[in-house]
Structures are given as structure tokens and as C-alpha cells.
């Protein structure tokens, strides 16, 4: 790739982003956080799957 080239996409690319509203941020963050929490659910319910056959022995 042409790193000329390469600088003007990522110039043109900052140019056309905005900041988002505080509305549209409170969303991601609230997707993210939801997200965060399914994964940390997730590893726990294995976790505990685990440690009760585990004790069972």
C-alpha cells in the first residue's frame, strides 16, 4: 500500500467523524457494559458447572 495514500484515508476518515450526542454515547456504553456483563456471567456459570462436579468426587 502507498503510505501517501494511506494518511489521506485515515485524514479523510478523522474529517468525516462527529462526537457523538450524549444520548448515542449513553447507549454504546450501556451495550458494553451489557456485553461485559453476559461474558462475566458466562465464565462464572462455567466456573461453578466446574467447582460442583469437581466436589462431587
Known sequence: MNPKQTLRNMANTMKMAK????DEYQQH?????????G????????QF????ITFGR
Open 19 to 22: 462526537k457523538p450526542d450524549r
Open 29 to 37: 456504553l450501556r451495550l458494553v457494559l451489557l456485553g461485559i456483563m
Open 39 to 46: 461474558v462475566g456471567a458466562i465464565g462464572f456459570i462455567i
Open 49 to 52: 458447572v466446574f467447582s460442583v
